[in-house]
């Protein structure tokens, strides 16, 4: 049974940083496109980041363009771990946070990643 840990949520000020981390237990977690996801109260599940495999040891990085600048995703794949560095946070990036696995051809869309953790809470305030 895959599984998918979240974990580095909690509260912080405006202007601060947290560190999510997430720890699967995928088979061949290398080949998996990893990305993280958010959803507030009343809206829908939204992209954030992925990592993207393109094949033997590279990977791109994706990003939705309002934390572009302030996020960062990366990954160990000696530890079947991705993390999401986020600094800069400001109150809208309230939300629960998600990450997600998906084999094959790379999505944005949250329809297309087959495993799911938990989720995270990421509480801003101003």
């Known amino acids: 049974q895959v599984q998918l840990v979240e974990s580095g949520g909690g509260l912080v000020q405006a202007g601060g940083s947290l560190r999510l981390s997430c720890t699967a237990s995928?088979?061949?977690?290398?080949?998996?496109?990893m990305g993280w996801f958010r959803q507030a109260p009343g809206k829908e599940r939204e992209f954030v980041a992925a990592?993207?495999?393109?094949?033997?040891?590279?990977?791109?990085?994706e990003y939705t363009e309002s934390v572009k600048g302030r996020f960062t995703i990366s990954r160990d794949n000696a530890k079947n771990r991705v993390y999401l560095q986020m600094n800069s946070l400001k109150p809208e990036d309230t939300a629960v946070y998600y990450c997600?696995?998906?084999?094959?051809?790379?999505?944005?869309?949250?329809?297309?990643?087959?495993?799911w953790g938990q989720g995270t809470q990421v509480t801003v305030s101003s």
């Open positions: 997600a696995a998906k084999d094959g051809y790379y999505s944005s869309s949250a329809a297309a990643y087959q495993y």
């Open positions: 995928l088979l061949n977690f290398k080949n998996y496109n």
């Open positions: 990592t993207r495999w393109s094949g033997g040891s590279i990977y791109y990085t």
